[in-house]
């Protein structure tokens, strides 16, 4: 199945919003429950969200209450629409595909990842 493509970062200052989009040409969005993942420089990557193919969701504490994941299964596409965004959302933000059994929070069990959005988030 197809390599999905994230967009929608870009440089705001903190309080702002960003709706970032995560799309594929195939069928990994509508066959996989998918995830937000984000990698900081310097630090390892960390999860953000996930939302299975049931529709139901998953978050970082850092984010509950600021961002939402949803998913488009028609459009072949996730989003992640980021309100109150701090200094510390700051990151290349990556998208993919849960393809193994286990915990949301693993990156090693999502395969299929985009080239990711860069997130900047100045104060």
């Known amino acids: 199945q197809a390599q999905v493509v994230e967009s929608g970062g870009g440089l705001v200052q903190a309080g702002g919003s960003l709706r970032l989009s995560c799309a594929d040409s195939g069928r990994t969005v509508s066959s996989f429950a998918m995830g937000w993942f984000r990698q900081a420089t310097g630090n390892e990557r960390e999860f953000v969200a996930a939302?299975?193919?049931?529709?139901?969701?998953n978050y970082a504490d850092s984010v509950k209450g600021r961002f939402t994941i949803s998913r488009d299964n028609a459009k072949n596409t996730v989003y992640l629409q980021m309100n109150s965004l701090k200094p510390e959302d700051t990151a290349v933000y990556y998208c993919?595909?849960?393809?193994?059994?286990?915990?949301?929070?693993?990156?090693?069990?999502?395969?299929?990842w985009g080239q990711g959005t860069q997130v900047t988030v100045s104060s």
């Open positions: 993919a595909a849960k393809t193994r059994s286990g915990s949301y929070y693993y990156p090693q069990l999502y395969a299929y």
């Open positions: 939302i299975t193919t049931g529709g139901g969701t």
